[in-house]
């Protein structure tokens, strides 16, 4: 097995009980009542408003459903989804102790977005994300993962492994929502629908209405790409994170767009950034960050998708 590090950053909700996936199935952007058991699915919950308070990886096994998501947004994300379980026979809970999650640099003979749940409890839980390619070269791929180890256990304080976990989602153009981005952004505008987060035809949720009018009936005007500062990561200002603004350089009056997601990239830091889509499409376009002590120019690099796209441009598992 490929390399085993585990995640700090990155924690586990669990719902369980006889109600737990038609109960899930009504609150969030995807379908969890179609969800095979083999099956890796991404999903976000919405505030009535449309607005995103939480993204996550769902693997689900008889009627438990492991929700992996940012640690520092479950707090709020146990509270809000426990508000609504009412009458339903289910139980939502911050199982992160139990659990140490491990990034996966690459899996062999896995397939992408799959569970493999081991018939033996004391062995790790698999799940593969989607190929990765390796530089200029469409043959050569990996496939990047994580895995989940019951007992938990006394993790690094390193934050090497989920750097290099987040640098694979920065690389597959897969967005999420971490503590300060929490409402800032509706699924579309961090390119939930591209890479496989939304169903349209699974019916009503918190925020449907919002999500389903900007699909059906308006267009997209903000999307998320990728974008690497210009300057050393050694010399950027360490108040740099999720939810600052973005500007186009040029303009003062108003910020073009938000960091979504920020990972140190070699000497450089790897942005995931929501823009006006006619800003991106200007050649002339140049975007920066303004911290407090400096003004760092962005490299946009774009997404590995058709942003111009509606709905999943994966293949539908």
């Known amino acids: 097995m490929s390399n085993r590090n585990a995640l700090t950053r990155w924690g586990v909700i669990q719902v369980t009980g006889p109600d737990a996936i038609q ?23 919405c ?27 479950i707090a709020a994300l146990v509270k809000r989804l426990s508000m609504f379980v009412l009458r339903s026979k289910c139980t939502v809970t911050d199982v992160s102790a139990n659990w140490a999650i491990h990034a996966l640099s690459h899996q062999d003979g896995a397939t992408p977005m799959q569970v493999t749940w081991p018939e033996d409890a ?4 698999q799940a593969s994300l989607r190929p990765l390619v390796l530089g200029e070269h469409a043959d050569k791929q990996r496939l990047p993962g994580f895995e989940l180890v019951s007992g938990g256990g006394r993790q690094s304080e390193e934050d090497h492994a989920d750097d290099a976990f987040e640098q694979d989602l920065f690389e597959l153009g897969i967005a999420y929502v971490s503590a300060a981005t929490v409402e800032l952004f509706v699924p579309q505008s961090i390119n939930y629908d591209l890479v496989g987060g939304i169903s349209f035809s699974k019916g009503c949720y918190p925020g449907q209405e919002v999500v389903a009018r ?10 998320a790409v990728k974008a690497l500062t210009s300057d050393t990561h050694s ?21 073009a767009g938000q960091v979504i997601t920020a990972v140190p990239y070699g000497q450089q830091l ?8 006619d800003m991106l499409e200007s050649p002339a376009a140049q975007f920066e960050l303004r911290l407090p002590a400096q003004t760092l120019q962005l490299k946009v690099l774009g997404a590995p998708y058709d942003l111009h796209q509606k709905g999943n441009v994966f293949e539908a598992i």
């Open 23 to 45: 109960f899930l199935h009504a609150q969030l952007s995807n379908d969890v009542a179609g969800l095979g058991e083999t099956t890796l699915r991404m999903a976000g919950l």
């Open 235 to 255: 010399s950027i200002n360490s108040s740099l994170c999720a939810g600052q603004d973005v500007w186009l350089i040029g303009k003062d009056n108003e910020p």
């Open 270 to 277: 790897a942005l995931m950034v929501e823009l006006p889509l």
């Open 122 to 125: 004391t062995q790790p839980i």
């Open 47 to 73: 505030t009535a408003k449309g607005r995103l308070l939480g993204t996550f990886f769902l693997m689900r096994k008889a009627d438990t459903v492991l929700m992996i998501t940012r640690k520092d947004t």
């Open 214 to 223: 900007s699909h059906y009936l308006g267009k997209l005007k903000r999307r």
